[in-house]
Each structure stands twice: as structure tokens, then as C-alpha cells.
């Protein structure tokens, strides 16, 4: 005895195949992707989003070292700490609080002038080494080093070279005599010092990115701009420029969110003083956390609002370079 197979009429579409039923052949085509990325999956679970999660409600808390849950010797004190809703938001931003927006204002000069000078410098140093010269794998080792050192290795390096008493920079000064600075106990040479570690380490990675993209634009570029009697600002502002946008617009984006939320340069180099001079928002939110009588949400409500800062710049900043691009294609 044989079946044979009803065929729908003509013209009739087939039934659709239940959502279930499609999700389950395509984890059963693709287990093993699934199987690849599942770990991936759980590190991102456990170690990014939980914290966050976690963040965020303390956040709408007024949790602190007082009213959290701890351990005094046998006896273990119960959590009393109270969700408190929008609270600690409407204090911080509406300036209440008293610290957040002279940290915010330090925290953009900071941002701006390191990228701009990360940027700015590491673009000569790489049109620099992407001429043929003598010696040019040398100077690309040693101007790659600051990027290899880590980079507590290198505050704890600026700290003996910025030091008041025998430290390098004012023994150089005090033999031109000119004088000594304490570079990391006045406000303003704190500021100048840990912005001038900061671009010392972050100029490599810039040049080396570019480094790599100039040396994806074709030549023959270069070639036809200097016949049609282009000069060298010419050539760097038709060529150069329009040919390291890709590049400029990843790494702009990468240095600003990595310089924004730069701890250890000024954490280990001046400790955010003198007198919370030098604190960015991440070094203040560190502070709030592990320092005096401990606040965790307020540490949690900075951390937060930095997430948002950040997620917005990125979003805004992608949305600019796609329309750039958008109007250069046209």
C-alpha cells in the first residue's frame, strides 16, 4: 500500500512553519555555532551584565558601607538599605550634590585634549615613518614602547620623573635655572602633568592605526595629485584625509571612550588630588566606592551615568560619520 503526498492547490501558498518549530532547525542546523559562542555568551552574562544589572539597582538605592549587609566577626548584619527610586539622579544632576559637574567640565577638557593631541600627533609620527628612511624599524619600536608598558609601570616611572625633590623634570629646570614646579601638588601643573602622561601613552596606538591606513591608500592617488600640481596640503587634504577616514573614525571613537574612563593615569599618579583637582568622573565614582565611609549608590549612580554619556556619544558619533560618508559616496 502507498501514500501519496497531498499537494495544496494551485496558487494556494503552503502553511507557514510554526515559529517553534523554524527556531528549533535552525539551532539544530547551526549547534555548533551555538556551541561555539555559548561560552562567549556566559563570560558577557556573568562578568558585564549582571554587574551592570547589578549597578543600576543600587543605583536606585541608598545603599552605603552603614546600611549594607556584612560580616562583624560571628554575627552578620542583615542589608537595611531602602530603594529610593530616581533620588540619587535628581541629586547628582540637578547639582545638588555639588561635585558631579565640576568633574563633568574637567572631565570633557580632559577628553578633548587628549584625543585631539593623540590624534593629531600620532598622524606626523605615522606619515613620518611611512616614508622610506633609515632606521625606520628601530624608531617604530621606539615609539611604540610607551603603548607596551603598562601602565601602572609608567605613573609609578612619571611619578619619580615629576617628583618635587630630585625628581628629573625639575633637576633639568633647576640646571637651566628656571626654577622648581611641584608638578603634583599644585592644581594646575597636576593637571598639566597627568594630561602629559596620558598623551605619552596614547599617541602609539594612534600611530600605529594610522600607520596602517596610510599605507592602504594607493600611491597612484598621490601620483595623480602632484601631475594636476597639487601641493603637499593639497595632496593631504584631498588624499591623506578622505583616505584615513574609516580608520580615523574607529580610533577617534575607541580613544575617546578609553581616555573618558582613563583610571589609572591619574589614580596612580596623583590620586585624583591635589584636593580632587585632577578626579575625571570614573575617579571620583572609584572614591564615592572605596574611600571614607563607602556610598555605594552614588558610586553606582556615576557609573551609570557614564554608561549613558558614553552610549549616546557613540550612537551620535556613528550617525555623523555614516552621514560624512554618506555625503562623500554622492
Not at 496558487?11 to 528549533?24: F, Q
Not at 578633548?112 to 606626523?124: E, I, M
Not at 611641584?182 to 592605526?209: D, H, R, Y
Request: aromatic share 10%; hydrophobic share 50%; net charge neutral.
Amino acid at each position: 500500500m502507498t501514500s501519496t503526498a497531498v499537494r495544496p492547490p494551485a496558487g494556494v501558498a503552503p502553511d507557514p512553519v510554526p515559529p517553534r518549530g523554524r527556531l528549533r532547525e535552525r539551532t539544530g542546523q547551526h549547534w555548533y555555532a551555538w556551541a561555539m559562542i555559548a561560552p562567549v555568551v556566559l563570560v558577557l552574562v556573568v562578568l558585564v551584565l549582571y554587574p551592570l544589572a547589578q549597578g543600576v539597582y543600587l543605583s536606585l538605592t541608598n545603599a552605603n558601607e552603614m546600611n549594607s549587609a556584612r560580616t562583624i566577626g560571628v554575627n552578620e548584619i542583615e542589608a537595611t538599605y531602602e530603594f529610593v527610586g530616581l533620588d540619587n539622579y535628581f541629586e547628582v544632576l540637578s547639582g545638588a550634590e555639588g561635585a558631579f559637574y565640576p568633574r563633568l567640565a574637567w572631565t570633557l577638557v580632559w577628553t578633548v585634549t587628549c584625543v585631539l593631541l593623540h590624534y593629531s600627533l600620532g598622524l606626523g609620527l605615522a606619515m613620518l615613518l611611512n616614508r622610506a628612511m633609515r632606521g625606520r624599524s628601530a624608531y617604530r619600536m621606539l615609539l611604540i614602547l610607551p603603548w607596551a608598558v603598562p601602565p601602572f609601570v609608567a605613573a609609578f616611572a612619571w611619578r619619580l620623573v615629576l617628583n618635587t625633590e630630585g625628581g628629573v623634570l625639575n633637576s633639568v629646570l633647576n640646571a637651566l635655572g628656571l626654577g622648581s614646579v611641584n608638578w603634583l601638588g599644585e592644581p594646575f601643573a597636576a593637571k598639566i602633568s597627568v594630561l602629559m602622561v596620558n598623551i605619552w601613552l596614547g599617541v602609539p596606538f594612534m600611530m600605529v592605526a594610522l600607520l596602517g591606513g596610510l599605507q592602504t591608500v594607493p600611491r597612484e592617488l598621490y601620483e595623480a595629485a602632484e601631475m594636476d600640481g597639487a601641493t603637499p596640503w593639497q595632496r593631504f587634504r584631498a588624499v591623506t584625509l578622505p583616505g584615513l577616514r574609516p580608520v580615523s573614525g574607529t580610533v577617534i571613537l575607541l580613544g575617546t571612550i578609553w581616555t573618558f574612563n582613563q583610571f589609572p593615569v591619574i589614580a596612580l599618579l596623583t590620586g585624583g588630588g591635589p584636593g580632587g583637582a585632577t578626579n575625571i568622573l570614573v575617579t571620583e565614582a572609584y572614591e564615592r566606592a572605596f574611600q571614607g565611609i563607602r556610598d555605594y549608590a552614588g558610586a553606582a549612580t556615576y557609573g551609570a551615568i557614564i554608561a549613558s554619556m558614553l552610549i549616546v556619544f557613540a550612537v551620535l558619533y556613528r550617525r555623523w560619520l555614516e552621514r560624512q560618508s554618506a555625503e562623500v559616496l554622492s
